[in-house]
């Protein structure tokens, strides 16, 4: 069943468990994703961003999504990440999606605070949460990668005033994470997260999930992160599905869908243990 952040989010930041944001830009990664979250019996985010709509726009991923979560016994929230302009943003909404996340982390405060402010009010008349973000999450390389990331660290008494102005429903937030593939650990600032955790009363959220440790992650949820994004590691499952596909002799690609699908799905599986939200849907509502 479709449902927003709030149905999710709520119970994971109360009883310290994080739900995954998993993006779908194809049937595949949908199938996979679904199916993962149906047997554990996990509620699950699924979605696009911006950057990724080269691969499907988001007419495309809503009834991809859709199509599985509205007849599913389990919760399931359509989030669109990382939209970077207004106009997008409304697009998602129109398309269906039940959650939104305005980005306007790279401009001045006031400007971010003003514009996701404004997001947040039309969203909410449309029953669609909002997601901000404060600080800036960088890349791990290309032309969005920090060369000092922790000048664009959140800062917890900025993060009260945000989230009080804004009425955002989720507040991603910038630790020592990044996005894509990280070529050295990171390090997280796990303080940080317990001083912001203090101070706003949103659940938070974790961008560049892929490639943190197990501790990290078990760390950084109990420290208050709720949502955690994954899009890199089921990125690169899926091809590792095809290679094996390849070495099993697949020449077509009808065959090679099984390899992909069941790749992208141990992947899944693997986080939600990890994030120990398997069997959490009875919890919200869902038997």
């Known amino acids: 069943m479709l449902v927003n952040l709030n149905a999710v989010l709520g119970p994971a ?33 699924m979605g696009t961003a911006e950057i990724l709509l080269g691969a499907a726009d988001l007419r495309e991923v809503a009834a991809m999504v859709k199509s599985r979560a509205e007849s599913s016994g389990i919760p399931v929230v359509l989030h669109y990440d990382h939209g970077l302009t207004f106009e997008k943003c ?8 039940t959650s939104v ?6 401009l001045p405060y006031e ?13 909410h008349a449309f029953g669609v949460t909002v997601e901000g973000e404060l600080g800036h999450v960088g890349d791990n390389e290309g032309a969005g990668r920090l060369e000092t990331p922790d000048d664009y660290f959140t800062v917890p008494s900025v993060a009260a005033d945000y989230v009080k102005r804004t009425n955002v429903d989720a507040l991603a937030i910038a630790v020592g994470n990044a996005h894509g593939d990280y070529k050295f650990p990171p390090k997280l600032d796990f303080e940080r997260i317990s001083e912001i955790a203090k101070v706003v009363d949103v659940p938070l959220v974790l961008h560049g999930g892929s490639g943190l440790s197990d501790d990290d992650f078990s760390e950084a ?4 992160i709720a949502k955690i994004n994954i899009f890199t590691d ?24 099984p390899y992909e699908v069941a790749a992208i799905r141990r992947v899944v599986e693997e986080k939600m243990h990890l994030f120990n939200s398997a069997g959490k849907a009875a919890g919200q509502g869902v038997s």
């Open 101 to 106: 996340m305005y980005d306007c982390s790279t």
């Open 221 to 224: 949820i109990e420290r208050g």
């Open 234 to 257: 089921i990125n690169k499952a899926q091809v590792n599905g095809m290679q094996e596909g390849l070495k099993a002799g697949v020449n077509n690609a009808f065959d090679m869908t």
């Open 111 to 123: 400007e971010n605070v003003q514009k996701v402010a404004h997001m947040t009010e039309i969203a």
């Open 90 to 97: 409304m697009e998602a909404i129109q398309a269906g999606f």
């Open 13 to 45: 930041r109360k009883n310290h468990y994080g739900v995954g944001l998993f993006n779908a830009v194809n049937l595949e990664m949908t199938n996979a994703i679904m199916d993962a979250a149906e047997n554990l019996r996990a509620p699950v985010i």
